[in-house]
């Protein structure tokens, strides 16, 4: 806490400390006890700033490291949804060798002198409609929602970011006129829940981690 020296009228010299508005700031005149520079709303302008900087500055230290995390982790589970998103569809690749497959086994047999009767069907239809497992149903479901997650909060960070640069961003003026503008944007903050916002986010990341370590283990089971 910062001191300063003061005179008595004794000349013994005192200190004054930096919340001791009385000293800090000259007296208002009489009647003027609300003027738009008034001790009043300098000091209100004074301890609200020193409370913002501790609060905003907390908040965006989480958010900063929770946009960070929310980022790469989003990037982690892309590449893995990516390649599990094609066992959601019929696998031509696959498709065309098992009917190479069959065609050669055909003429293999009819090579050796089988009759065209007795040679089995193939071994896959073209015609059927494909239906996909349902682990991978169940793999590609939780990582799409652990994905939405991720990128929900990622998105809540940088708008909540935004909110708290204009929240300290209060105009040029008079105490008084930036002390009810920062009143006014407080009240925001209060009324929209932004702190409990900033406090859900992590419980949300938590979900979307858990929800792709689920996926992660039924993507393994059949290994």
């Known amino acids: 806490m910062g001191l300063k020296q003061a005179t008595t009228l004794r000349?013994?010299?005192?200190?004054?400390?930096?919340?001791?508005?009385?000293?800090?700031?000259?007296?208002?005149?009489?009647c003027q006890e609300t003027a738009p520079n008034a001790r009043i709303w300098r000091t209100y302008v004074e301890e609200a700033?020193?409370?913002d900087d501790v609060m905003v500055g907390q908040s965006r230290e989480g958010l900063d490291v929770m946009l960070v995390f929310a980022g790469l982790f989003s990037a982690v589970v892309t590449s893995f949804l990516?390649?599990?998103?094609?066992?959601l569809k019929a696998d031509f690749s696959e498709m065309s060798v098992l009917l190479l497959y069959d065609i050669a086994s055909i003429q293999l047999s009819m090579?050796?002198?089988?009759?065209?009767?007795?040679?089995?069907?193939?071994?896959?239809?073209?015609?059927?409609?494909f239906t996909p497992?349902?682990?991978?149903?169940?793999?590609?479901?939780?990582?799409?929602v652990s994905l939405t997650a991720a990128l929900v909060v990622a998105l809540a960070a940088v708008l909540v970011k935004q909110w708290l640069h204009h929240y300290v961003s209060l105009p040029s003026g008079t105490a008084g006129l930036r002390?009810?503008?920062?009143?006014?944007r407080f009240m925001g903050l209060e009324r929209w829940r932004v702190r409990v916002i900033i406090g859900?986010?992590?419980?949300v990341m938590h979900v979307s981690l858990m929800l792709f370590l689920s996926g992660l283990c039924l993507f393994f089971v059949p290994l």
């Open 11 to 30: 000349g013994v010299s005192q200190p004054i400390f930096s919340d001791d508005y009385e000293q800090k700031f000259p007296e208002d005149p009489y």
């Open 49 to 51: 700033a020193a409370f």
């Open 82 to 87: 990516v390649q599990v998103s094609q066992n």
């Open 111 to 129: 090579a050796g002198g089988a009759s065209i009767t007795n040679i089995t069907n193939l071994s896959i239809n073209p015609a059927q409609k």
């Open 133 to 144: 497992d349902a682990i991978d149903v169940w793999i590609n479901g939780l990582w799409v």
């Open 179 to 184: 002390s009810h503008v920062r009143q006014f």
């Open 200 to 203: 859900m986010l992590p419980i």
